[in-house]
């Protein structure tokens, strides 16, 4: 038995996480939506998967018009969810089986329903006008020229004070006003009504948006577009890292927990001034930089096939440029991006090897990984042919707006098909019976049609499934601190198919191999060739005959030395 080097570090370096989408995890009741009781009836599951933290979505009472990312009311869960005493059952029976909770915070905004809202429209003396972004129409028009990252404007007239909101998001999810203390302290007063239930953190939703810079400026606007991006004018603003320190200060500091920040628009050097924890902000933050490479200009539903070597300058790039100054999170997955399988793999004749070959290039390198709900059995994107059967805000607001440009039917269906959020959100496959198991109701969004062949069920019978291999790598993490620690190198870099680095630390070494592609690749390299058949195998997606350079479609391999 190999004895690995180890050091002392943050449990919140050593865990991973998982994602749940509660909406479309397990429903206990019938109702077609997932529920806390259905979530509480799956933590054995995840504890087999060797997760340590499980980030929860939102679960708080909403109107549900962006899916819980529009709160209506934070101290209070959402009815279709269940109750409080739910919830704080579900804490319990996680921290029963050492599993951490981290919960959603999504502070940039709030629904238009919440109190706050209610209050700061009714009048323009109101004590709560100065919550939101109120402004007096420009010329007839929108305060200025900025574009909702959900389509259309980013602005709403409200005729009760002649003036307008500002929503980066929906309508129905005001933008609130950080610039003014009392919001703050009332932000900092509900985190701190969770933290004392015994919540192990946060992901902090768009939070790198709270900061504008004053006066709210016009954007660029570009050939073609209606509205302009103003993110120059709200990401990573004037004030942020200010306000995160407050918080910090405030709250976090005093509990054991872990943050992370959902910061797009965000590089490397700024993710140090964040994660630095010198600098008292939060431990790691998500970037995205990553998720666009596949994009052409003009955002994410302009397609483009990737390039292996962008993605690699990518990963390089973060892993070198936060390491020892700050920390990474890793991912692939989440409720906002399409099925990694289907995305960077390939969801047909290779779906369960691409499936381990892309965890494994993940999972090897240095940060803290998350593992979004289905990734674990390599659940795939969906092609519903009606548009009626997708429910995504962003997705319908988005056909709306390329129908009125002009864009023809079956080109939007593709973006919608390669992008589109509910790829992510269709339920949990649980088993092949009706609904993969996940309800016994009409579910709210459509099954995924692979069920029979992709689910829970079928994954804990094949000791070679997908899940099994996630579960070793999880484990990996636990055993070897090389993974947490050690140094990254990109080797091969201009390899147009093949996705090569190294670990080094105390000694030891890992050499991660992963073939992108569906045909046979080979690295020329007799020095790297030498090394590996010197080392052990730690894993592999598939046989290893012999230890070699030339790599089947999709294989992936992890060299150990010592
Ligand atoms: C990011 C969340 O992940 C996404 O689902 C949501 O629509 C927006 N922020 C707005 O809250």
Redo the contacts with the bound molecule.
């Keep these: 038995m190999q004895t690995f080097a180890k050091g002392n570090t943050e449990w919140w370096k050593k865990a991973t996480v998982y994602q749940i989408y509660p909406r479309s995890f397990m429903d206990s009741n019938g109702d077609g939506i997932g529920d806390i009781q259905g979530i509480i009836s799956k933590l054995d599951y995840l504890k087999e998967l060797g997760v340590e933290v499980i980030w929860l979505?939102p679960v708080y009472d909403s109107p549900n018009d962006?899916?819980g990312?529009?709160i209506r009311d934070y101290e209070k869960i959402m009815a279709e969810f269940g109750t409080m005493e739910d919830f704080d059952l579900m804490l319990a029976e996680m921290h029963n089986r050492g599993l951490k909770l981290v919960m959603?915070l999504?502070v940039?905004?709030t629904s238009d329903e919440h109190e706050w809202f209610v209050q700061s429209k009714s009048s323009k003396d109101n004590p709560y006008r100065d919550f939101y972004y109120w402004r007096k129409g420009k010329d007839g028009k929108e305060p200025n020229n900025w574009g909702s990252?959900?389509s259309g404007s980013a602005w709403e007239y409200d005729e009760t004070t002649d003036e307008y909101y500002l929503h980066?998001?929906?309508k129905k999810?005001p933008d609130l006003n950080w610039e003014n203390p009392k919001l703050r302290e009332e932000v900092y007063k509900m985190m701190r009504f969770w933290l004392d239930k015994g919540i192990d953190g946060f992901r902090m939703?768009?939070v790198n948006f709270i900061s504008k810079v004053p006066g709210l400026p016009d954007g660029e606007l570009q050939p073609g577009q209606l509205y302009a991006d103003g993110g120059k004018y709200f990401l990573n603003g004037p004030r942020i890292h200010e306000f995160m320190q407050e918080m910090n200060r405030e709250v976090l500091s005093k509990y054991d927990i872990m943050t992370v920040g959902?910061m797009?628009g965000t590089t490397p050097e700024d993710a140090v001034l964040y994660t630095n924890p010198e600098r008292n902000e939060v431990n790691m933050i998500f970037t995205f930089e990553h998720m666009d490479l596949d994009s052409a200009p003009g955002g994410k539903w302009n397609l483009k096939p990737l390039d292996l070597v962008d993605l690699k300058d990518n990963l390089n790039k973060w892993q070198t440029g936060l390491h020892g100054k700050g920390w990474n999170s890793l991912y692939w997955n989440?409720?906002?991006q399409p099925r990694i399988v289907s995305r960077f793999g390939n969801d047909q004749e290779y779906r369960e090897k691409s499936a381990k070959m892309l965890g494994t290039c993940l999972h090897m390198m240095q940060g803290t990984p998350y593992v979004y709900q289905g990734e674990e059995i390599g659940m795939t994107n969906v092609r519903f042919e009606n548009l009626s059967d997708y429910e995504d805000?962003?997705t319908m607001n988005m056909y709306k707006e390329r129908s009125m440009l002009g864009y023809a039917h079956e080109d939007i269906m593709e973006s919608i098909y390669v992008k589109g959020?509910d790829n992510a959100r269709t339920p949990m496959l649980w088993d092949d019976s009706e609904n993969g198991g996940f309800t016994t109701g009409t579910p709210w969004l459509r099954v995924n049609p692979r069920y029979l062949e992709i689910n829970v069920k079928q994954a804990l019978a094949d000791k070679n499934s997908i899940f099994y291999y996630y579960q070793k790598l999880i484990g990996f993490r636990k055993e070897l601190d090389i993974i947490t620690e050690g140094n990254f190198k990109l080797l091969h870099r201009d390899h147009s198919a093949i996705f090569a680095y190294n670990r080094t630390w105390n000694n030891e070494k890992l050499i991660v191999l992963c073939n992108f592609s569906d045909q046979v690749q080979t690295i020329e390299d007799e020095a790297l060739l030498h090394e590996i058949q010197h080392a052990d195998v730690l894993i592999a997606n598939d046989e290893v005959y012999e230890k070699t350079l030339t790599l089947r479609p999709y294989d992936a391999v992890v060299y150990y030395k010592k």
């Design positions: 979505s962006d899916n990312y529009d959603d999504v940039n905004h990252v959900f980066l998001f929906t999810q939703d768009v959902e797009p989440n409720h906002d805000v962003e959020r």
